[in-house]
């Protein structure tokens, strides 16, 4: 565990070289890459969304590639397709997924059937054409970026989609004094994400994954989990609640938390502390709820009020 805590610190440090004063959000991105999940960051234009990306996938010792999803884009651009050789065999030509980190630009601009494409990808880390199913290297991680002011030539997720996600994060705008930062730091010739250098392996991060797996997890803290998810869909508030595959979501999360605050047992408040970013872009708003003015993560934080939570005994 000392180990991943170095490795996790390094990443920290060698991230915030661009990102400036975002370490909450740093840490949650890093949280979704130890338990394997897949980040979708949701903010306004020109807050960072596409340099937090590039700034990740700069620390790690792995294949990048971004693609900007434009409504043009088909499937079989994203997972690629099978063309006749000279033999007359089909060969198959990969698409532009085939990495392990992929940024997924704008994610929100390109058709649903498009959209479809990355379902089986980001579920079982493969892709299948015509048939044939090819697995992709791990680690593996889509980070996606998506605008949510601007709704001109969009196309809203769907909530499969969104269920994909094992986290949604919003940077916001900076601080006055990290903006001055930020300006001081790109007002030479050269900008901080070009001297970004790995500073972790693939290897590191399978091995860092695997150790997050080993957290111990109480029947209580499960039981606390399961009865937070099980609020969420007996609510008024939500037409839709949290998933199972948000609940097992919310258990790694935990897991991954306690790794960084150097445990190997989860406590409750980190399952309190990952709950709104790894649930609240899964829920639907009750139309009563979207007249009064909710938010999913006020709906979370009155339903979590209402659950008991369990207590070490010393």
Known sequence: MQSSNRIVTALK??????????????????????CEGHVLIEDVPGVGKTTLCGALARSLSCSFKRIQFTPDITPSDITGYTVPSLTGEMQYRPGAIFSQIVLADEINRTSPKTQSALLEVMEECQVTVDGVTYPLSRPFM????????????????????????????????????????ILERYCGEST???????????????????EVKQVYC?????????SICAATRATPMLTLGASTRAAIALVHAAQAS??????????????????????????????????RGFT?????????GGVRVPVRLK
Not at 272 to 286: D, E, G, I, K, Y
Not at 296 to 304: D, K, S, T
């Open 192 to 210: 901080p994400m070009q001297t970004l250098t790995p500073v972790c392996s693939a290897e590191d991060v399978l091995s860092m994954q695997q």
């Open 142 to 181: 889509v980070l996606a970026t998506q605008n949510p002011v601007d709704f001109v030539g969009t196309y809203p997720l769907p909530e499969a989609q969104m269920d994909r996600f094992f986290m949604r994060i919003s940077i916001g705008y900076p601080t006055l004094e990290d903006e001055m930062d």
């Open 258 to 291: 306690a790794v960084l605050c150097g445990r190997d047992y989860i406590i409750p408040e980190d399952v309190q502390r990952m709950a709104a970013s790894v649930l609240c872009h899964r829920f639907v708003l009750s139309a009563d709820a979207r007249m």
């Open 296 to 304: 999913p993560e006020q709906a979370l934080g009155e339903l979590m």
């Open 218 to 226: 109480s029947r209580e803290v499960r039981g606390y989990i399961a």
């Open 13 to 34: 440090q060698n991230i915030a070289r661009v990102v400036v004063g975002k370490e909450d959000v740093v840490e949650l991105l890093l949280t979704a890459l130890l």
